[in-house]
Structure formats: structure tokens, C-alpha cells
């Protein structure tokens, strides 16, 4: 997501007043020029997708499966709780 940094709600607050911890992902190079100010890189690679997970609760959800939204192990469980909290309480 560091290439989209830019569309983000708030961004220009958010790159002034955090730190971002980046994770390397496999067959993905972003430039440095997109790297925020201020940032600290995860050694490990990371088999991540945002895009992967949105689709996977997409199917689980029309396939009425709400049981951790089909997400176990591509997040953590505090992540996937606080989806589960956005998709049912709003």
C-alpha cells in the first residue's frame, strides 16, 4: 500500500505524525521515493494482500461463512475481530 500512501484519508497528517513499519512482500519493489519519512522495515518477507483478504470476506460473506470470515492466518485475530466488529456493528 506505500505506493497509495498519497490517497489515504488524513495522509499528509498521518506521513507528519507516525512511524510506519513496512513489510517486505514477495515479488513486490516499491520505489524509495514512495517510502514515507519517517519508517522502519520488517526483515522478514511478508505473503500479504489487503486485496487477497477483501475478496476472501467478500466469497465468505455470499456464501454466508462468518465464522473469522474465512481470513485465519493471512492476519492476526485482532485484526480479523476488528473487521468482524466493522462489517456487523455499522
Not at 65 to 89: A, E, H
Request: hydrophobic residues 40%; proline residues 2%; contains cysteine.
Amino acid at each position: 500500500m506505500i505506493d497509495g500512501i498519497c490517497n489515504w484519508n488524513n495522509s499528509q497528517k498521518l506521513l507528519e505524525e507516525f512511524e510506519f513499519i513496512i513489510c517486505n512482500r514477495v515479488h513486490y519493489n516499491p520505489s524509495l521515493n514512495d517510502y514515507p519519512k519517517n519508517y522502519r522495515i520488517l526483515e522478514a518477507l511478508i505473503d500479504a494482500s489487503s486485496t487477497r483478504i477483501r475478496n476472501r470476506i467478500h466469497r465468505n460473506l455470499n456464501q454466508r461463512k462468518k465464522l473469522n470470515l474465512g481470513i485465519n492466518g493471512m492476519t492476526t485475530q485482532s485484526v480479523i475481530n476488528f473487521i468482524v466488529k466493522i462489517i456487523f456493528i455499522h
